[in-house]
């Protein structure tokens, strides 16, 4: 097998979904032992510490507000991608709309976290 180069690899993971991504990393996880959660935690700080030139919060909630036009199915899933949670558990949030999907996290995630949910027809805000 060819061996890729990081660019390569690079370039294959920008073309991938938010939950394409979330599918690569629990691969990764299950086969070498290892969770992302605190490299994740680590690699944020820096961004943080860029002081006065940042504009607008740094922490900030998704929230699920409606099913919208979308199948009950599909935002399950795109949930239960999303946090991690249990099929049943990620259904639970999902039938207490509107619920917090995840809270104190990055602008940025946010976003890509709400493009995922959008995409299923859900209607979401960022708080």
Do not use: C, Y
């Not at 991690?84 to 976290?113: C, N, W």
């Amino acid at each position: 097998m060819a061996k890729l180069t990081n660019e390569e690899i690079i370039a294959a993971i920008k073309e991938m979904t938010v939950l394409e991504l979330n599918e690569l990393v629990k691969a990764v996880e299950e086969e070498f032992g290892v969770t992302a959660a605190a490299p994740v935690a680590a690699a944020a700080a820096p961004a943080e510490d860029e002081g006065p030139a940042q504009k607008g919060p740094t922490e900030v909630s998704l929230i699920l507000k409606g099913l919208g036009t979308g199948s009950k199915v599909a935002v399950i899933k795109a949930v239960q991608a999303i946090t991690g949670l249990g099929l049943m558990d990620a259904k639970k949030l999902v039938d207490a709309v509107p619920a917090p999907v995840k809270e104190k996290i990055s602008p940025v995630e946010a976003e890509e976290h709400k493009k995922a949910l959008v995409a299923t027809g859900a209607e979401v805000e960022i708080k």
